[in-house]
């Protein structure tokens, strides 16, 4: 079935490590997006990207980076530059509007 | 600048009764609006979206929404809640001449509690 693969799904971490979390998809989809949720904060954007090769900043984009290699792709890797890392970071892909979710992986910083 | 309001943190409704959720919006243009729903540690799940046409739509598990341009809202409304609709529902909005900026912008959620 298609649909948006992310791993791992817990992480962890010790401080001042860089952490990369996975994201694939068999949509066919063109734009992915990662997101950053912590409670009582919805949804924040770190990065997307509209086609292969090209990926934009979001709202939080300090700390992290990303590639976009393929259609499939979209790994996202938190640097020892991110202050907070310990969140739950979802990644989400779209052709015609509406986000199609991974189930998320979960990052904790001991 | 463009924003997403959702007023309640937590709704709390009977099983069987109907429930609500609240959102409401500011966009420049036209907007596109849509609603998910979270499951705890979970992704989010499409529920429905608002492009054009008419201003009540039909979405996923007996959902629908009302778009209301005048007040600016697009309320979640279902007529029989289920103890399975308990979960985090957000609403999101973009310009709908966004172009190539694609960003949605989110409400922070409403906790959905619904009591058997």
């Known amino acids: 079935d298609g649909g948006i693969t992310q791993s791992p799904k817990y992480l962890f971490r010790k401080e001042g490590q860089n952490v990369t979390l996975s994201c694939e998809q068999n949509l066919n989809h063109d734009a992915m997006y990662w997101y950053r949720q912590d409670p009582g904060q919805g949804l924040r954007l770190i990065y997307y990207s509209q086609i292969v090769n090209d990926f934009q900043k979001g709202d939080i984009a300090e700390g992290y980076s990303v590639s976009r290699e393929k259609k499939e792709s979209f790994p996202l890797t938190v640097t020892s530059a991110q202050k907070n890392p310990t969140a739950f970071y979802l990644c989400?892909?779209?052709?015609?509007?509406?986000?199609?979710f991974g189930e998320g992986s979960r990052l904790t910083v001991l | 600048a463009q924003s997403v309001a959702q007023p309640e943190d937590q709704v709390n409704v009977a099983e069987g009764n109907p429930l609500t959720v609240k959102c409401t919006y500011s966009v420049s243009g036209n907007p596109y609006l849509f609603w998910y729903v979270q499951y705890p540690n979970r992704g989010l799940q499409f529920l429905l979206k608002?492009?054009?046409?008419d201003n009540l739509v039909k979405g996923s598990y007996g959902f629908e929404a009302e778009f209301n341009k005048s007040q600016t809202s697009f309320h979640l409304k279902k007529p029989s809640a289920l103890v399975s609709d308990s979960a985090l529902y957000f609403c999101a909005v973009r310009e709908a001449n966004a172009g190539n900026n694609r960003k949605l912008i989110w409400g922070l959620g409403t906790s959905l509690a619904v009591n058997p």
């Open positions: 608002y492009i054009t046409g």
């Open positions: 989400a892909s779209t052709k015609t509007g509406e986000l199609f």
